[in-house]
């Protein structure tokens, strides 16, 4: 993979001696910022440096190779030990799988939909193993307990704890949902770098203990450059494997393109979202079809396809907030589980969905080595390929390098996180966190 | 029906006079409270009463039989009209059907487990008819921009609206769970009282426009009485038609037993909950089995199964919130499903599931004319049948009996919403709300 070479800048913050280093790396890890006054300065380059950890001390991500740990704690009714091919109803049944699922604010909506038999199908036994953090515990024996009253049968293990390396232990598929809210007067800088930190130390620990073929999805924000720092800190699990979550801004853009063309939402087909999950995305209408058309021949006011369209799937989160006074928890649920059943059953004949993956090799000539949403097709086995059979234009072209260009210059400001070299954060102006996400 | 006359007690308020009466039926009913203070008297019968109407208003339900009003509002993509006749996909689907859903605190959980499939199966198609109040309003459209991001094959219709009249128009099924819940220093029987008004609003409404056969499951709590005051309001509509939720607590006496004989939830079968949804509840161990074989030969400690095992049950909500921080959303949404699902399907041979119908004709000896919970059989299409070979000893018959009685003092209280003359409040001592519902 070819990983452009980042030079130091003449702006950066003097870097710690080896010795400071050491030392450091036995204590928590800092952040160091550096502020420039120049008011230019400011409007070409994000003017602060995160670095909280020095390149030379994970150019190669250090790779965990301590035995991990005794299991997690299992839960209550699931404590129970259970011979599954001993009893005759389910014998016939799938193998189990080990699915972990991290969030920051334990909630039980995810572990419960994935715990229903309605993604993996009703043959496929599940043992869900949950991370919380210490001062979370206790809500997460809350939802050890909420699913035991729910009597999920295919539910067989839960098991609870807060050392990734426990939790993540044989994982087949990671559903990491966790990431800090971004506080007040907080930076997309301060967000990449104190999120990117728990991703790091989650794509260490899956590395070390995990499924040699686990499937990593990233909710928490920002999930594209968070996948990235996970995948990066995982490099014995193939890079293919980790996804960032694109699939509810999709689902928002098959509606209002629906709606705009006064058909039900199942006729809209081929949608691509395009690279970053933030405002820079791009909501492909070029390439998705409406019963089978074009939609350009189908939805005649290509202004409001241009303009409007692309702002309506970005600021639905925020329109949402609005309303409703909380965030689109529900509807983002259900894409989670949208986009890992796409991974896990064949995908419909001339048909695609959008995940955020990362692009080694990709026909489309985006910039290799980032996590960039694009279009996939599956065999229901997991794993997926790129579609190759896609159009471009000026629009799409244009949009598509303002959102590679936001997510080289995230990387760039996560070089300390991803083993290369110093972190130079020249983030694009403007704040491209989508609303109601942050 | 046997209706026993309830004679005004000397205890009772004095009540408005005709002429006050009709002045009141214009303007918004008020509630009367009327404190004795001997405390010896307190103890025998909570020395409150209420009565928001009076008797000779309702002894006669007021069926409204106004035309019904325009149709809530459809909402966004779903106001797209859309023949499923006429596709190739859909034209194999049952007929839609209706399902209408009422809350206080608008919430996108019942309304996306409906929408998904899971419980009518993936060739029903669903509208959903969600009714919420003025205050409310802007959530509930929250819940249906949701809903329409979330992309459910069979969810064809969303209409919002908050006249009862017009959102249960036509409904097949009509899921109640709004309910206030109770505030600082408000009694039972205040509670009885404000959320009775509610239901018997809610129950005129269905007589009036729903489905002749809609079957319908009360969540809100006091949900015995409520979904009692609510039948009683609808005379037109079948009364076995009414349910109360006593799911949730069936759901958390099968996963105790389980972990008590140490052997998996589905292990557990047979298990009634009888009585109210209330701290009086019966978990019947002598009728429920594990592996085939009656609870009593597989858990010798009968001690643990007479003390320990009812309070569990009953007090779980309560452990929960204190974990958890909330009330058990996550597992009484799977439990209404599960309870529609068990209405729906025909239920496994030998088994049965616990529901709040009415006691009319019943083969246990228990009380005529309540909503109490009993084991119900169902072929599937969404009527039941009491099981009838259940046993009794002097233990069951005597919890049986203290729940029973529980049930006939709150539908005393609660007459005057029910057309039974004047309310006389003599509940029980004690406080008998399942904590973490209040």
Partial sequence: MAVAELKPSNTMTHLHSSSQLSLLSKRRLITHHVSISSRTLRKTLSARISCSIAPNEVRVPNVQTQEPKSKPECYGVFCLTYDLKAEQETRSWKKLINIAVSDHEIRPKEPKVLASGEVFGPDQPIALKLLGSERSFQALEGVAMELEDSLFPLLREVSIGVDPYEVF?????????????????????????????IYAAQGKALNAVASRNVKVVVVGNPCNTNAL??????????????????????????????????V??????????????????????????INSLPVKEVIKDHKWLENEFTEMVQKRGGVLIKKWGRSSAAST??????????????????????????????????????????????????????????????YLRQRIAKTEAELLAEKRCVAHLTGEGIAFCDLPGGDTMLPGEM
């Fill in 333 to 394: 649920a259900v894409s989670i589980v949208d986009a890992i059943r796409s991974l896990v059953t064949p995908t419909p004949e001339g048909d695609w969905f959008s995940s955020g993956v990362y692009t080694n090799g990709n026909p489309y000539g985006i910039a290799e080595d980032i996590v960039f949403s694009m279009p996939c097709r599956s065999n229901g086995d997991g794993d997926y390929e790129l579609v190759k059979d896609v159009i471009f234009d000026d």
């Fill in 264 to 289: 039900f939402y199942d006729k809209v087909s081929n949608m691509t979202i395009w690279g970053n999950h933030s405002t820079t995305q791009v909501p492909d209408f070029l390439n998705a079809r």
């Fill in 169 to 197: 232990q044989d994982a087949d598929w990671a559903l990491l949902i966790g990431a800090k809210p971004r506080g007040p007067g907080m930076e997309r800088a301060d967000l990449l770098d104190i999120n990117g930190q």
């Fill in 229 to 262: 720092i996970c995948l990066k800190n995982a490099p014995n699990i193939p890079a293919k494997n980790f996804h960032a979550l694109t699939r509810l801004d999709e689902n928002r853009a098959k509606c209002q393109l629906a709606l705009k063309a006064g």
